[in-house]
T-cell receptor
Framework: EPEVTQTPSHQVTQMGQEVILRCVPISNHLYFYWYRQILGQKVEFLVS????????KSEIFDDQFSVERPDGSNFTLKIRSTKLEDSAMYFCASSVETSSNTGELFFGEGSRLTVL | EDQVTQSPEALRLQEGESSSLNCSYT??????LFWYRQDPGKGPEFLFT???AGEEKEKERLKATLTKKESFLHITAPKPEDSATYLC????????????FGKGTTLSVSS
């Protein structure tokens, strides 16, 4: 069964360092997303991406964040200068249709980011 | 502001003991309500989509229902493998491609 894969599964970094989280969405999906979940908190929307550009982004997704689809398979989230409060589990997701239509997102297993 | 509230936060059941989880929402013009299951340390896994009041969806021991103000996830004769956090979500009216998730109900089923 096709699945969304994410790397790394866990990354520890120093405050101020750049981090890139990588995702390989399901191959025939058209919509890509990043969500995050701080320990014990809700799953929160960061950004959606369609047709090689950002569709929407939340208030969390400030200038320190960027996304890219560098080739036909990878989808990356970059945090330019990490802060302590960026520590969270970051989930990549993909879907065939926009999530507001069917709600059916396929999530990866997540990348846990720890900022020291 | 769009809001999704789930209750209870945690629920402990004995195997075979049926119960219901609640998801209430304050969203104008609901365009769908979605249920997910999340196992510890994993990403959410899609379960159901409900679009209109009165609609029901079933999958194994789970049945989701929707009213104009809330949704219920009924668990009939649960088994230990049903232990997980159950999340509900709605599309945001502010950002159409974003889902707003509730905090979830953590279900523990003991044998």
């Amino acid at each position: 069964e096709p699945e969304v894969t994410q790397t790394p599964s866990h990354q520890v970094t120093q405050m101020g360092q750049e981090v890139i989280l990588r995702c390989v969405p399901i191959s025939n999906h058209l919509y890509f997303y990043w969500y995050r979940q701080i320990l014990g908190q809700k799953v929160e929307f960061l950004v959606s991406f369609y047709n090689n550009e950002i569709s929407e982004k939340s208030e969390i997704f400030d200038d320190q964040f960027s996304v890219e689809r560098p080739d036909g398979s990878n989808f990356t989230l970059k945090i330019r200068s990490t802060k302590l409060e960026d520590s969270a589990m970051y989930f990549c997701a993909s879907s065939v249709e926009t999530s507001s239509n069917t709600g059916e997102l396929f999530f990866g297993e997540g990348s846990r980011l720890t900022v020291l | 502001e769009d809001q999704v509230t789930q209750s209870p936060e945690a629920l402990r059941l004995q195997e075979g003991e049926s119960s219901s989880l609640n998801c209430s929402y304050t969203v104008s013009g609901l365009r769908g309500l979605f249920w997910y299951r999340q196992d510890p340390g994993k990403g959410p896994e899609f379960l159901f989509t409900l679009y209109s009041a009165g609609e029901e969806k079933e999958k194994e021991r789970l049945k989701a229902t929707l009213t104009k103000k809330e949704s219920f996830l009924h668990i009939t004769a649960p088994k230990p493998e049903d232990s997980a956090t159950y999340l509900c979500a709605v599309p945001s009216n502010q950002a159409g491609t974003a889902l707003i998730f509730g905090k979830g109900t953590t279900l523990s089923v003991s044998s």
